[in-house]
């Protein structure tokens, strides 16, 4: 038997302005500011549980962030452009469910103690630079960019076996991913167009 329930509530700003430096050159700068409530009862019991009653939690979590975005862009003419960006994000945490005392002996071989109650938000830093090129009257194109997204605190869903046959959410470390692009399109004739895209 389970019972669950849940009250999420989410409310978030944004904005964004452009700012000409000069005919060529401009800086885009947005902010947005998030505020993320959750407040969660989950009830477990029966049988499978190996309690006769329902045992759980009542708990809430609160997040608030501000994530930032700003990118510079260079515009060499009507046809070519570069540019680079950098931009923050995250992802509100949440809670997870009740484990049953069977499952104890599969929390301990994962180095818990007890059944973890809430995970914490992730974030990622991505930074861009690339460019934009059209050619021939815009019959040919040529876009190009290199990326890394720098991401802390992921959560990563780890299976319990040992009898246990659930899952729980923890927070790992953090990963890079780093990678570039390129697309080319090329107008043959009005009728017919070729393509490539490669990524890494």
Partial sequence: ???????????????????????????????????????????????????????????????????????????????????ATAAEGF????????????????????????????WTSDEAWSYEVGTKNRLRGGRHSVDASIYTIDWKDIPVNIYLGMGCNRGVVLNAASATSKGADLQIAMAVTDQFTMSLAVAF
């Fill in 91 to 118: 992802r509100a945490g949440g809670l997870n469910q009740p484990l049953p005392q069977i499952c104890d002996a599969a929390l301990a071989d994962v180095g818990l103690t007890g059944s973890p109650g809430a």
């Fill in 1 to 83: 038997q389970t019972y669950d329930n849940t009250d999420e509530q989410q409310k978030a700003i944004f904005l964004e302005g452009t700012y000409d430096v000069s005919e060529n050159l401009s800086a885009t700068l947005g902010v947005r500011y998030t505020d993320y409530d959750l407040d969660t009862t989950s009830l477990q019991g029966g049988p499978f549980a190996w309690v006769p009653e329902l045992v759980g939690f009542s708990e809430k979590t609160s997040t608030s962030d501000t994530s930032l975005k700003l990118s510079m862009t260079y515009q060499v003419d009507e046809d070519r452009m570069f540019y």
